[in-house]
């Protein structure tokens, strides 16, 4: 059974950590400040509706004082109906106030390791390409595969953590994460109370340049 440390990653003035359930209110106050209430109407959020985050790959970057100022997660998919597995990064977030401290690349570079290290081989987002294009994240191998609603095409990018992952792909990305329980599904959110597990859950930020994973 896997166990992840408590403190994934530190950096001045913050640390990376796991999601917890203390962080749900904070962290929806955040995406709902950042992204405003369309946010659940985005092709991404068709795939997390009534899901949980991949097991070990829900993180947030949490200040000295406990706030939270930025978040990660990454959900598990399909490539097409019964394709091979992948991941689906978003949202990736960082309070405003935060801007310009590290916070969003300290959240990547740590996700990206860690979902390498719990054996994934592939992770796909809708995102700006020049700023995912530091992380490795292009659009070469997603000109086969497409999201479940509209989305901007130059936007869909991804990242192969095993060589050829990619290859021949095709299709509609199809959700494949674990479900959520009875309470969360009825409330309608892939955030509720049934989000919990080792993981629980975390907290986002404001797009102020269009660079953040949806």
Same mark, same amino acid.
């Given at each position: 059974?896997? *166990?992840?440390? &408590? *403190? !994934? &990653? *530190?950096?001045? /003035?913050?640390i990376v950590v796991a999601e917890t359930l203390a962080d749900i209110a904070a962290r929806e106050a955040l995406l709902d400040r950042a992204m405003g209430p369309k946010r659940r109407k985005k092709s991404s959020e068709k795939l997390r509706r009534g899901r949980r985050p991949s097991e070990g790959l829900a993180l947030i970057a949490r200040y000295s004082d406990g706030a939270v100022t930025g978040t990660v997660r990454l959900w598990d998919v399909r490539l097409s &109906? $019964?394709?091979?597995a992948a991941l689906l990064l978003g949202p @990736? +977030? =960082?309070?405003?106030? +935060?801007? /310009? +401290? $590290? !916070? %969003?690349?300290?959240?990547?570079r740590q996700a990206i390791a860690e979902a390498a290290r719990l054996g994934h081989r592939a992770i796909l987002l809708v995102g700006d390409a020049p700023y995912y294009a530091r992380f490795g994240f292009t659009a070469e191998k997603t000109g086969q595969l497409s999201m479940p609603g509209?989305? &901007?095409?130059?936007?869909?990018l991804a @990242?192969? @953590? =095993?060589? /050829? +992952?990619l290859d021949g792909a095709r299709g509609v990305l199809k959700a494949a994460g674990r479900k959520l329980g009875a309470s969360a599904r009825k409330s309608g959110? *892939?955030? %509720?109370? /049934?989000?919990a597990g080792a993981e629980s859950t975390g907290v986002s930020f404001a797009r102020p340049t269009g660079r953040l994973a949806l």
């Open positions: 059974m896997h *166990t992840e440390k &408590e *403190t !994934i &990653e *530190t950096s001045p /003035g913050f &109906e $019964g394709g091979p @990736l +977030a =960082v309070d405003p106030s +935060a801007k /310009g +401290a $590290g !916070i %969003g690349s300290a959240l990547m509209p989305y &901007e095409r130059d936007r869909f @990242l192969e @953590l =095993v060589p /050829g +992952a959110s *892939t955030f %509720g109370k /049934g989000d």
